[in-house]
């Protein structure tokens, strides 16, 4: 079945330091979602990207689909500490699974003031 | 946040007796999902709905069992419950019709521990 890949599990950064997370399937997505899970929190949407090489900003994150749409890459800029959580890719396999969302195991970000 | 609620929000339980978690939805979502979540595996699918009676499994389905009698309610059931079953228990919905974008909503989650 489709797998989805996340690194690194974990980050440690000093604040105003940059953060990226990579999320990269075993198969070819039909789109590709982000979520970001506060510390004891339920996972909230952040973006979904639909497009082979699709770039978004979000204030100062900036969200990449690869051109072969099997990999994703999550930049914070400048952490603060109201970065902290643990942020999850999620994929949609193309053509199947309407609906159905694999999740990478998710990158644990933890901000130093 | 999306009108999603989850019940208990705790249990504590013993080896062997039936456990059933409810997620209630205002939302009229026609897609709702059952994950659990442990550390080092993410949000890892049991089972979902894509309608009434509809019901279909995930990646770690054995030992679960759903229902979904009106829209609103979505029930997972563990017959028999296990000490690897102890999990954080979210509930999602997701898309309200088939050609809706497929982004999910969760619930405030539920921290079943089996003893």
């Known amino acids: 079945g489709q797998q989805v890949m996340q690194i690194p599990q974990y980050q440690h950064v000093q604040e105003g330091e940059d953060f990226t997370t990579y999320c990269n399937s075993s198969?070819?997505?039909?789109?590709i979602q982000w979520y970001k899970q506060r510390p004891g929190g339920h996972p909230v949407f952040l973006i979904q990207?639909?497009?082979?090489?699709e770039v978004k900003k979000q204030k100062r994150l900036t969200f990449q689909f690869g051109e072969a749409k099997k990999n994703s890459s999550l930049h914070i800029t400048a952490t603060q500490t109201t970065d902290v959580g643990t942020y999850f890719c999620?994929?949609?396999?193309?053509?199947?699974?309407?609906?159905?969302?694999?999740f990478g195991q998710g990158t644990i970000l933890t901000v130093h003031p | 946040d999306a009108g999603i609620t989850q019940s208990p929000r705790h249990k504590v339980t013993e080896t062997g007796t039936p456990v059933t978690l409810r997620c209630h939805q205002t939302?009229?979502?026609?897609?709702m999902y059952w994950y659990r979540q442990d550390p080092g595996h993410g949000l890892r699918l049991i089972h979902y709905?894509?309608?009434?009676?509809?019901?279909d499994k995930g990646e770690v389905s054995d030992g679960y069992s759903v229902s979904r009698s009106k829209t609103e309610d979505f029930l997972l059931t563990l017959e028999s419950a296990t000490s690897s079953q102890t999990s954080v228990y979210f509930c999602?919905?997701?898309?309200?019709?088939?050609?809706?974008?497929?982004?999910?909503?969760f619930g405030p989650g539920t921290r079943l521990t089996v003893l």
């Open positions: 939302e009229n979502h026609r897609y």
């Open positions: 198969t070819t997505l039909s789109n």
């Open positions: 990207l639909v497009k082979s090489g």
């Open positions: 999602a919905i997701g898309p309200k019709t088939t050609s809706a974008a497929d982004t999910q909503y």
């Open positions: 709905s894509y309608g009434v009676k509809d019901t």
């Open positions: 999620a994929g949609v396999e193309g053509g199947t699974s309407y609906g159905k969302l694999t």
